[in-house]
């Protein structure tokens, strides 16, 4: 840590240090080097949440850099978190990339172990994993609290102080696992977690219930994640087909009973108005269990904000973090520096 205790000069880790429960939201870079699009998405998180991430080639798609991404981003006036995957960069590159981040203000990292690249548009592409997730927490919180690079070597000049994060699924099988692959992650030093989606309160209680038993909640700040579903199709797909989200039969019926008053007709039957009245009513009732379940999840002992994944419909954050009551957003001041 720093003279003021801070690992960074991250606004996220103010926000979590202070007591606060933070709000994180996501960005994903377009599949072209267009920034307005960064620019106009960062317009509609601006204010509504204490820092967003920017994903990095997610679903193993090529887009816009995350490190670019991030450089748009902060030119608005909103703090990244940069996500970098082991799928595509061997620990050179990550370090090199780690410096030049830090360098033009970066201050948050996530670590994450990537999409196959099977799943995206290169499937035919190499993979790397020179290093798993862990490792790469353990590489990233040792160039910052030792100073030295991974094959340990001293970093002759100033260090790269990131606040360093991890991804936690509570529902990979196995279950049971679950707790201590992320006891890991804290181990190697992750200062704070970000959840799959969590939809399955009960079940996600349970997974915190043992996160506790370990002590973990008081080593790293826990951030749950949620999403607004846009359709009941959207649900029943991500119950039957996404491994590690589980979907209550209750939110898929909740979803189907705010298109009730279209139902019994099929999608060509229906006329273009009707078409989009349901799709509204649908979208809106999403944002509505949005909300319901960050106020559930906010009693929970051990959680300590909400990750909020809404990608491609970023407008529907404002809403949210509005209807569950957390805005306006803290405003934590970075603290005077203290003379050596």
């Known amino acids: 840590m720093n003279g ?87 620990r050179l590159a990550m370090q090199s990339d780690l410096l030049g981040a830090y360098a033009i203000g970066i201050r948050n990292i996530l670590c994450l172990s990537g999409d196959h690249q099977t799943f995206g548009n290169h499937p035919g592409s190499k993979n790397v994993f020179d290093m798993d997730s862990i490792q790469m927490v353990k590489m990233v919180t040792d160039m910052r609290d030792r ?30 696992f679950r707790p201590y692959r992320l006891a890991k992650k804290v181990k190697a030093g992750a200062n704070f977690i970000q959840t799959q989606l969590i939809y399955d309160i009960e079940a996600f209680a349970k997974f915190m219930e043992k996160v ?67 799709s509204k009513a649908w979208r809106e009732e999403g944002i509505k269990v949005c909300i319901d379940l960050i106020k559930q999840l906010r009693e929970i002992e051990g959680v300590a904000g909400v990750h909020i994944m809404a990608i491609e419909w970023e407008e529907a954050v404002k809403p949210i973090v509005e209807g569950a009551g957390l805005y306006p957003r803290p405003k934590v001041p970075a603290p005077e520096p203290q003379a050596a």
């Not at 967003?52 to 978190?81: C, F, H, K, Y």
């Not at 690079?149 to 360093?164: A, L, S």
């Open 147 to 176: 100073r030295v690079f991974q094959n340990g070597e001293e970093i002759k000049g100033q260090e790269p102080r990131f606040f360093v994060g991890a991804a936690a699924s509570p529902f990979a099988h196995p279950l049971e």
């Open 4 to 90: 003021n205790g801070y690992l960074s000069g991250s606004n996220l880790e103010r926000v979590l240090r202070a007591g606060h429960f933070a709000v994180t939201a996501e960005l994903g870079p377009p599949q072209s080097a267009d920034a307005e699009v960064i620019r106009k998405k960062a317009a509609l998180l601006k204010g509504y949440c204490d820092a967003v991430n920017i994903t990095d080639n997610q679903t193993a798609i090529v887009r816009m850099s995350s490190i670019g991404s991030a450089a748009i981003v902060l030119q608005e006036g909103l703090e990244p978190v940069i996500q970098m995957t082991c799928r595509d960069r061997n």
């Open 212 to 278: 506790r038993e370990l002590g973990l909640h008081e080593q790293t700040y826990i951030l749950a994640g949620v999403g607004p579903l846009k359709s009941p199709g959207m649900a029943r797909y991500m119950r039957d087909n996404v491994p590690g989200i589980l979907v209550p039969d209750e939110i898929i019926e909740r979803m189907k009973k705010a298109g009730a008053p279209w139902a019994g007709k099929k999608k060509d039957e229906l006329t273009k108005e009707e078409k989009k009245a349901r």
